[in-house]
């Protein structure tokens, strides 16, 4: 696999050299570095860039926090319904909370900049984005100070990977705190079963399986572009269609089941091997479907010690729905999610079939603590609140990087090693950070309206 010189496509090991000099200059700086403040009253500041349905979520999360004063005072969106709706939904709950007058309300895709320089540095910018544009953005708010909570999956491809792990490590060399929305890890439920796993309640975790099989979800089926708005933004408006703008529905909605199992792990997967294909071009209606995903996906993932990690995602109306997620050790096993992306309880049996009657462990968590999205706000405040060290950016984009090495496997039919995907050079939307609403799209239809799609075995050096 070629490797680009330069700042940008650095091979693994020569960032892993890098990353460890920036690790001890991080230490260093974060003995020097200032304290980031919130607004002088000690009210946060808070900006939602990306003003959809998680993001709306998120700082609603934000405003709920009970750890003192927190407002909102910006807003940015490339469409104005979006932010419109957003604003309104945000405004009738939490009113006083909510000071985003016009002027605070920005539409474009340099929105950003301007929402995040309306706040004081401290302030807390969230990217609820589809994920294409997650560095950008990211970079700019610690370039202006700013604590940072986005939304997974943080990157499609290596090259944004590579990148936004140096920005985390300017976050931390800043004393920002950084959250990543892999809410699995602040379920109180899966943190309990972590700490049991670790104390040995079913062995050496030997295999691991993780589902997540429903019917159609968001945006990953679509019809022709209609023309309009441009290509550009009915790309975004789908972006689960789309690899470039979402790793696809791979990336998008398998990443929690898979992240939580490399944290029962303790480690990320050295290779991935996978199977992966597509029933169904046509919707309900008959019409054509033209997006790049497929509807189903199989993926083996391979540890260092050679236990596997088998992911099966399908998005297939009238089949058997299975989400859930288990780990197989050498003395039991677990049941991590009992439902959802991280749904409880988490438990633990002696053998290896979860016989309830042989339940030997289950969670409990108190109502106060059984919202994962409310627990990883309310974590991100606290530490901003008391300076305590913040930043889920390595394990978010491990997570995306492993997610996008399964998708890869399943599109190619290729096996790929965790190093080869770290190396690789293609980067899905270069230059996202530059783009205007007149920007042609990342992938372009042809005469027909079809995008170029995964064809495993035929096209093997790239996914599509
Ligand atoms: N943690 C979770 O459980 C969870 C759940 C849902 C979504 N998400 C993640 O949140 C992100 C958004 O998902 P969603 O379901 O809210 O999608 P959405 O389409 O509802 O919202 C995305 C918003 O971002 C806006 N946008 C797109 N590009 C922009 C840009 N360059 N600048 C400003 N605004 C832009 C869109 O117009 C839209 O309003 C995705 O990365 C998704 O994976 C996470």
Same mark, same amino acid.
């Given at each position: 696999m070629t490797v680009k010189s330069g700042n940008e496509s650095s091979s693994r090991r020569e960032f892993l050299k890098t990353s460890g000099r920036v690790a001890a200059a991080t230490t260093l700086a974060g003995l020097a570095a200032p304290r980031v403040h919130a607004a002088s009253d000690d009210t946060l500041q808070v900006a939602l860039i990306g003003c959809g349905g998680r993001g709306t979520g998120a700082a609603s999360d934000a405003l709920s926090v009970k750890q003192g004063p927190i407002q909102l005072v910006a807003m940015a969106d490339v469409f104005q319904d979006r932010l419109n709706g957003s604003y309104q939904n945000l405004k009738n709950r939490f009113d006083k909370q909510v000071d985003v007058p016009p002027e605070r309300q920005f539409i474009g895709f340099d929105g950003y900049r301007a929402a995040i320089d309306s706040m004081k540095p401290g302030g807390i910018a969230i990217f609820a984005t589809p994920l294409a544009f997650r560095w950008a953005h990211f970079q700019y708010a610690v370039e202006k100070g700013m604590h940072v909570f986005m939304e997974k999956p943080? =990157? +499609?491809? +290596?090259p944004t990977s590579r990148r936004i792990l140096r920005i985390g490590e300017q976050a931390t060399a800043k004393n920002l705190k950084v959250g990543v929305g892999l809410m699995s890890r602040h379920s109180r439920h899966l943190q309990q079963l972590h700490e049991r796993i670790q104390e040995g309640a079913i062995g050496d975790i030997v295999s691991m399986f993780a589902y997540r099989m429903t019917g159609p979800v968001g945006s990953a089926f679509s019809e022709k572009? *209609?023309? =309009? *708005?441009s290509e550009l933004l009915w790309q975004i408006r789908n972006f689960h269609s789309f690899l470039w703008a979402s790793g696809g529905s791979f990336n998008d909605f398998y990443i929690h089941v898979i992240d939580h199992c490399c944290w029962m792990k303790n480690a990320w997967p050295v290779k991935a091997q996978a199977l992966g294909g597509r029933h169904y071009r046509a919707n309900s209606r008959g019409n054509r479907l033209v997006d790049q995903n497929f509807d189903v996906y199989s993926v083996e993932y391979t540890f260092a010690d050679g236990s596997k990690l088998v992911a099966d995602g399908r998005c297939v109306a009238g089949a058997e729905t299975i989400y859930s997620s288990y780990a197989l050790g050498t003395k039991g096993m677990a049941i991590v999610s009992k439902a959802g992306d991280c749904g409880p309880p988490s438990s633990v049996y002696p053998g290896l079939l979860p016989d309830r009657s042989k339940t030997t462990w289950e969670s409990k968590v108190g109502p106060d603590e059984n919202n994962p999205y409310q627990n990883e706000w309310n974590d991100l405040v606290d530490a901003i609140r008391a300076d305590r060290p913040y930043n889920e950016v390595d394990h978010g984009v491990k997570a995306s990087l492993v997610s996008s090495l399964g998708r890869r496997a399943a599109h190619t039919g290729i096996e790929i090693t965790y190093d080869e995907m770290f190396d690789d050079d293609q980067e899905y939307a270069p230059g996202v950070d530059t783009f205007t609403m007149d920007s042609p799209a990342p992938v372009r239809a042809d005469a027909d309206g079809n995008y170029a799609v995964p064809q495993p075995g035929l096209v093997t050096d790239r996914e599509y």
């Open positions: 943080l =990157t +499609a491809d +290596a572009w *209609p023309g =309009t *708005p």
